[in-house]
C-alpha cells in the first residue's frame, strides 16, 4: 500500500523545486529548506542544548557586532535557483527588512551552522560546500562536545572555492574577522 502525497508536497514542475518556491508553501513545516531542487524537512524534535545555543549565541553576536552588521537566526539563503537552506545563525551586511524571507550570498558574512544529530551530514559537508561555491566569506560549525559548545571557524580561500580552518576554539571564542570578537562560550548552554 502506498501513501498518496499531498498535493503542496508535489513540484509545481517537473524540473522540481526552485527557490522562490518555498515563499509559497504555507503548509510546509518550520525549518523547512531547499538543496539542489529537493525539500528538506526537519521532522525530528530539536533538543534544548540545540535550541538554548543558537538563541544565546545569537543575542551575543548581536551585542558584539559593530555597526553594519546584523545577526539573524533561522533565515534562508537563496545560494541559486535550486537551493536555500538555512542556517541556525547568520551575518550580514545587508539592512533590516521586516518583510525579507531569505538573503543573497553577496549580503551574508558568516554561517552558523550547529550540529544535531539529524542534520549532522549536511551541517558537516553539503552545507559548507555549497555555502563556499557561493561565495560566503565565513563558516563556522558549532558541536556538541559532552555538553560544551566547540566552534570550528573557517573562511573562505577565493583561489579554490573552499573553506579552510582557522581554528577551533573552546572555552572561549577569540577571532579578529569578520569582526573583531572576544567571547566567553562557557554559560551559552547551562
Given at each position: 500500500m502506498t501513501?498518496?502525497?499531498?498535493?503542496?508536497?508535489?513540484?509545481?514542475?517537473?524540473?522540481?523545486?526552485e527557490a522562490d518556491?518555498?515563499?509559497?508553501l504555507?503548509?510546509a513545516?518550520?525549518h523547512?529548506?531547499?538543496?539542489?531542487?529537493?525539500?528538506?524537512?526537519?521532522m525530528?524534535?530539536?533538543?534544548?542544548w540545540?535550541?538554548r545555543?543558537?538563541?544565546?549565541?545569537?543575542?551575543?553576536?548581536?551585542?558584539?557586532?559593530?555597526?553594519?552588521?546584523?545577526?539573524e537566526?533561522e533565515m534562508?539563503?537563496?545560494?541559486d535557483k535550486?537551493?536555500?537552506?538555512e542556517?541556525?545563525?547568520l551575518?550580514?551586511?545587508?539592512?533590516?527588512?521586516?518583510?525579507?524571507?531569505?538573503y543573497?550570498?553577496?549580503?551574508?558574512?558568516?554561517?552558523?551552522?550547529?550540529?544535531?544529530e539529524?542534520?549532522a551530514?549536511?551541517d558537516?559537508s553539503?552545507?559548507?560546500f555549497?555555502?563556499?561555491?557561493?561565495k560566503?566569506?565565513?563558516?563556522?560549525?558549532i558541536?556538541?562536545?559532552?555538553g560544551?559548545?566547540?566552534?570550528h571557524?573557517y573562511?573562505?580561500?577565493?583561489?579554490?572555492?573552499?573553506y579552510?580552518?582557522?581554528?577551533?576554539?573552546r572555552?572561549?571564542?577569540k577571532?579578529s574577522?569578520p569582526?573583531?570578537?572576544d567571547m566567553?562560550?562557557?554559560?551559552?548552554?547551562?
Open positions: 501513501a498518496e502525497l499531498p498535493d503542496w508536497m508535489i513540484p509545481p514542475r517537473p524540473s522540481g523545486w518556491d518555498l515563499d509559497h504555507p503548509q513545516p518550520r523547512t529548506e531547499l538543496i539542489d531542487g529537493a525539500l528538506i524537512f526537519m525530528s524534535p530539536q533538543r534544548s540545540h535550541s545555543l543558537v538563541e544565546n549565541m545569537t543575542f551575543a553576536l548581536r551585542q558584539a557586532a559593530p555597526a553594519g552588521f546584523e545577526v537566526r534562508t539563503v537563496r545560494l535550486k537551493s536555500r537552506p542556517p541556525d545563525i551575518v550580514t551586511t545587508a539592512a533590516y527588512e521586516p518583510d525579507r524571507t531569505w543573497a550570498p553577496d549580503d551574508v558574512t558568516l554561517v552558523i551552522e550547529v550540529v544535531s539529524e542534520s551530514d549536511r558537516r553539503l552545507k559548507p555549497k555555502y563556499a561555491q557561493a560566503v566569506p565565513h563558516f563556522w560549525r558541536e556538541d562536545e559532552s560544551a559548545p566547540a566552534v571557524t573562511e573562505l580561500d577565493l583561489m579554490t572555492s573552499t579552510v580552518p582557522t581554528g577551533i576554539h572555552n572561549r571564542l577571532i574577522t569582526f573583531d570578537l566567553s562560550l562557557t554559560g551559552l548552554v547551562p
